[in-house]
């Protein structure tokens, strides 16, 4: 159920800021994709799992494909 309740969120969350992404600045746009790929790479050096869980739900919520593990 807390599975459900988070994909809810997630599209929800989606919902509001897909059109954003949508209308800032390619720059912003590119500098937040490279800020999460960024963060990405640090959580899953960290040996927490919900680090990757959050960051990788972050990429979900703005509908950015998630990069592979190096």
Do not use: C
């Amino acid at each position: 159920m807390a599975g459900t309740s988070i994909g809810f969120i997630a599209r929800i969350v989606s919902l509001v800021l897909r059109p954003l992404l949508e209308i800032i600045s390619p720059m912003i746009s590119d500098l937040l994709e490279d800020s999460l790929g960024k963060l990405l790479d640090k959580a899953r050096s960290t040996e927490n799992p919900i680090d990757d869980i959050f960051v990788e739900f972050l990429f979900k919520v703005l509908d950015i494909e998630i990069p592979e593990e190096e």
